[in-house]
């Protein structure tokens, strides 16, 4: 099992960044994709973005696209998601999540979480 341990988050106002940075232990992540999810107050927990083992393919939903970026140093087991110009609707605890495969990365290909980091985007 993976110890995933989320950090970066915190209160910004809109237009503000924010690094979020995923420290995993226990094993090497090298050969799992990586990413986050995100839950919003009253909603489910759905996919921000992720990336495949070797960093070479990445994912973002149509909310976030253009505006984050995430990547992965496998030397140092660590996932960061960038988040620019954020906006209010990204509100939400967002988790770092390690598929039990190396590319296909959704819910259900979970095989461990981390315990989530609150992000506030509000003036």
């Known amino acids: 099992q993976v110890q995933l341990v989320e950090s970066g988050g915190g209160l910004v106002q809109p237009g503000g960044s924010l690094r979020l940075s995923c420290a995993a232990s226990g094993r090497t992540i090298s050969s799992s994709a990586m990413g986050w999810f995100r839950q919003a107050p009253g909603k489910e927990r759905d996919v921000v973005s992720s990336?495949?083992?070797?960093?070479?393919?990445?994912y973002y939903s149509d909310s976030v696209k253009g505006r984050f970026t995430i990547s992965r140093d496998n030397a140092k087991n660590t996932v960061y998601l960038q988040m620019n110009s954020l906006k209010p609707e990204d509100t939400g605890v967002y988790y770092c999540?390690?598929?039990?495969?190396?590319?296909?990365?959704?819910?259900?290909?979970?095989?461990?979480w981390g315990q989530g980091t609150q992000v506030t985007v509000s003036s």
């Open positions: 990336i495949n083992w070797s960093g070479v393919t990445t």
């Open positions: 999540a390690r598929s039990r495969f190396g590319t296909s990365y959704y819910e259900r290909s979970i095989a461990d």
